[in-house]
């Protein structure tokens, strides 16, 4: 294989984003991807060359690290993604990595949901380290309706959420994947650029009526209390600091607190050359997934 040919690494490519763009960039004859795992034995179906990093042993980084042009970087959900992001980062400029593609969170520059700025803290330490980067913030993935932390939705027709009848905006995490890839092609282009991506803005009830109309069965909505959620996912192991951010998140969505919680924005077709998944589309594509 040429020496000549761009080295992607990958990070979280065993996630949803992670594998869907391992996938596409898989596929460009002129790339070299790797794919990054914690457990590199979960990797081995991606069929390219998986290589071990795990962000809470730093001696992992350097190593996967090596030869890399451009990093894909994805960081967990917990309060840990600072000091993580920041050891990576840091590995980063020290091997000569050229680009960072940084999957952040939605909202502006000034915003007050707390862990969408600890993303952007970080977006502020990669352009601090000087290289050159493209930062994405996506809006609320579509798939978090097929399951939420790890756990598999089954909810027999029921949509079970936490923000009542307000609408917010959407992305389809294979969209995100796309965006990716573009920006790691071409990181002349997208060089020091920041992509808000988020494309049908839906309530729950509307996502419900389209289900029931795409699918041929009967999809409810029902808001639940935003206490069930974070006791939920607290009992559930998740990281406290984190999951108390996102707690706060649905009740500031319901109350229509956050500025722009149900924008769209008109990018997609620029970057990628087609349209985005619509939520009937979506409910077409993973038909399977939702039917009871």
Not at 182 to 210: C, F, M, N, Q
Not at 260 to 271: E, I, K, M, S
């Amino acid at each position: 294989m040429s020496d000549s040919k761009r080295k992607i690494l990958v990070t979280g490519a065993t996630g949803q984003i992670g594998g869907a763009l391992v996938r596409l960039l898989a596929a460009e004859s002129e790339l070299r991807v790797v794919a990054a795992a914690r457990d590199q034995g979960k990797a081995t179906s991606l069929s390219v060359p998986v290589v071990m990093l795990d962000y809470d042993r730093e001696e992992t980084l350097a190593p996967a690290l090596e030869g890399i042009d451009s990093i894909f970087m994805v960081t967990g959900y917990t309060v840990d993604m600072l000091k993580q992001s920041k050891a990576i980062v840091n590995a980063a400029k020290r091997a000569g990595v050229k680009h960072v593609v940084h999957l952040g969170a939605p909202g502006d520059d000034d915003t007050k949901v707390g862990h969408w700025g600890w993303h952007q803290f970080v977006e502020r330490y990669i352009e601090w380290s000087g290289i050159s980067f493209t930062h994405l913030r996506p809006e609320i993935f579509m798939q978090n309706l097929l399951g939420y932390g790890g756990a598999k939705a089954d909810s027999k027709g029921i949509i079970r959420h936490y923000i009542g009848d307000a609408r917010i905006s959407w992305v389809d995490c294979d969209n995100v994947a796309a965006v990716a890839a573009v920006a790691l092609k071409r990181p002349d282009i997208h060089a020091g650029k920041t992509y808000h991506l988020g494309y049908e803005a839906r309530s729950h009830s509307e996502i419900a009526e389209i289900l029931t109309q795409v699918l041929g069965q009967q999809f409810i909505a029902e808001s639940r209390p935003p206490q069930e959620f974070l006791e939920q996912m607290l009992a559930a192991g998740a990281d406290p600091a984190y999951m108390k951010c996102a707690y706060q998140n649905w009740i500031d969505y319901e109350a229509r607190a956050i500025p722009g919680q149900d924008a769209v924005y008109g990018n997609f077709f620029d970057l990628t050359g087609r349209k985005p998944t619509t939520w009937a589309e979506f409910a077409k594509q993973h038909a399977e997934a939702f039917k009871y």
